[in-house]
């Protein structure tokens, strides 16, 4: 009879444990990403994705094509299909705040990974780069590199992206100091390759000696230097990106644009994947804003860096 | 008859219920909040001219910051470091009194009585170490960064118009008192080549001639 007592103990402290197993193997992380259309915020997601298997947990991504009704889509199928949390990249600073509302009004919590929302509770976490810091630098070595003086051009990300606008200020918070640095032309090419082409060709159409070019992000620096290749410019205007993406950090080195700033996303998704981690076990204070520095990149110590990242 | 306007009014209601639950309303006014109410001119001059001078014995003086970071490096950053940022690149808010070495357009140069040589920005006052150094305005607050570096900007803003004018009565021999922000990397950190950026900045005495 006691060994009967003994056996159902045993047994029971195994189910016990077995299901708080399980409790965390059933969570599911849903990853909502603004695009799958550049390589950053597929290395992002996809590291999100990896830590979150990696700590046990099922990972689904799910493409917002830059678009807010599609993300808006995404949110409302993850909240049907019960996921667990939300890692967050959103389209929109303003625009994708009601969607983070509306799975944290359903209890499960939200982390903003690189891209911020204008809110401080309507996510649980933001994880972010210091755009703004990084592109101070960037800028420092902008004016320096062009010597003080000279037309040069800026390409602008997505306009309701709080990224462009950082990025924008912290280089502008610089160079403005300079009065005979002047900006000749400024346009958007949402952080698009091609249109950064497109719109760095027309802008050499009307300016043809700018000295240099500021660029929002690597995909746009990279087709301002397709531009300026196609027009044999590429020896009289220094390019400047943001991102640290693999073919930047390349042509940092084969020294075709002058500078990048290293994100990473790596870091800042495997954070927020721990920050979820932490929430299932029962965490509940969260730093709402959690700036990620950023690295400036250049041909001095383009050696301390690999693609999205510095080398371990 | 009967039937049919029930079959209507079934049909009304449920394209009502419908049309309530494909519509998330939220007023521009709530996404915006708190940021949009913020004088930033009054939040900047506060930090500045109030804030500032009000935790000024809780600085630490350069020359003992430069003994700490010497003994012990990550023991003096954990103790008067700050950063809104996560990374290499840390803050301190230092005081210090000096002679005044030498004076260019762009910054002035103090030595102090252990012949340490400290470099102060009197042009060119940007990045984010006006805000940061002293730890008193934290990210958290702010419904947007980019309100947060607005604020960095307007910070900066007041000590150019403000603060720097203090620099252009002072001349080589001059001894001076300052109050500014500087930046080090955790990694390499290199106290005598920082800028410091002013917060506040006096003439104590004229050269003896």
């Not at chain 1, 042509?251 to 299932?280: H, N, S």
């Not at chain 2, 306007?5 to 219920?17: D, E, N, S, T």
């Not at chain 2, 709530?30 to 500032?52: C, H, P, Q, R, T």
């Not at chain 2, 004018?165 to 950190?189: H, R, Y």
Request: hydrophobic share 40%; glycine share 6%; aromatic share 10%.
């Amino acid at each position: 009879m006691n060994y009967l007592n003994v056996w159902a103990m045993l047994l029971l402290l195994c189910l016990g444990c077995s299901n708080r197993n399980k409790e965390n193997e059933g969570k599911q992380v849903a990853i909502v990403v603004s695009t799958l259309n550049n390589p950053w915020f597929v290395f992002l997601a996809e590291s999100a994705a990896e830590k979150a298997q990696a700590l046990g947990y099922t990972a689904k991504i799910f493409d917002s094509q830059n678009n807010t009704a599609l993300e808006t889509d995404h949110f409302e199928n993850a909240i049907a299909a019960g996921f667990d949390a939300i890692l967050f990249n959103p389209t929109d600073a303003d625009g994708s705040v009601v969607n983070a509302t509306k799975a944290t009004d359903a209890n499960i919590p939200v982390f903003c990974m690189d891209r911020e929302i204008n809110s401080r509770t309507a996510a649980t976490s933001q994880i972010l780069s210091d755009s703004y810091a990084a592109c101070v630098q960037l800028g420092e070595l902008f004016a320096n590199d062009l010597e003080r003086h000279g037309d040069y051009a800026e390409i602008l990300g997505i306009v309701s992206d709080n990224n462009t606008w950082n990025r924008s200020k912290g280089f502008h918070s610089v160079v403005d100091n300079f009065p005979d640095l002047k900006m000749v032309a400024r346009q958007s090419a949402d952080f698009d390759r091609n249109k950064a082409m497109e719109v760095m060709e027309s802008i050499l159409q009307g300016h043809p000696d700018i000295k240099g070019v500021f660029c929002g992000n690597d995909a746009m620096a990279m087709g301002a230097y397709q531009a300026t290749v196609a027009a044999g410019k590429q020896d009289q205007i220094k390019i400047y990106g943001f991102d640290g993406a693999e073919d930047a950090v390349n042509a940092v080195k084969e020294g075709q644009i002058q500078a990048t700033a290293m994100q990473f996303p790596k870091l800042i998704a495997e954070k927020a994947a721990q920050l979820a981690d932490a929430y299932f076990k029962g965490e509940r204070t969260f730093r709402k804003k959690l700036p990620i520095a950023v690295d400036v990149v250049t041909q001095k110590n383009i050696d301390q860096y690999i693609a999205y990242g510095k080398k371990n | 008859m009967m039937k049919r306007g029930l079959k209507y009014v079934f049909i009304v209601l449920m394209g009502a219920l419908l049309i309530y639950h494909s519509i998330y309303f939220k007023s521009l006014r709530a996404v915006k909040a708190s940021s949009e109410g913020l004088d930033m001119d009054s939040y900047a001059k506060n930090y500045l001219f109030k804030l500032i001078p009000q935790y000024e014995a809780d600085f630490i003086d350069i020359n003992f910051l430069r003994t700490a970071i010497d003994e012990n490096a990550s023991k003096a950053f954990a103790n008067y470091a700050h950063a809104a940022s996560d990374g290499d690149f840390r803050y301190f808010m230092v005081r210090g009194t000096g002679l005044i070495t030498q004076k260019d357009s762009d910054y002035v140069w103090s030595q102090d009585s252990q012949q340490q040589r400290y470099k102060l920005a009197t042009n060119y006052i940007y990045g984010t170490a006006a805000r940061d150094a002293a730890g008193l305005i934290v990210v958290d607050s702010f419904d947007n960064t980019m309100v947060f570096n607005e604020l960095s900007e307007k910070i900066n803003e007041l000590i150019r118009k403000e603060v720097v004018p203090a620099s252009a009565k002072l001349a080589t021999g001059d001894s001076v008192q300052f109050t500014g922000a500087l930046g080090l990397s955790m990694k390499a950190p290199k106290l005598s080549e920082a800028t410091i950026i002013p917060l506040h900045l006096e003439r104590l005495q004229h050269k003896k001639e």
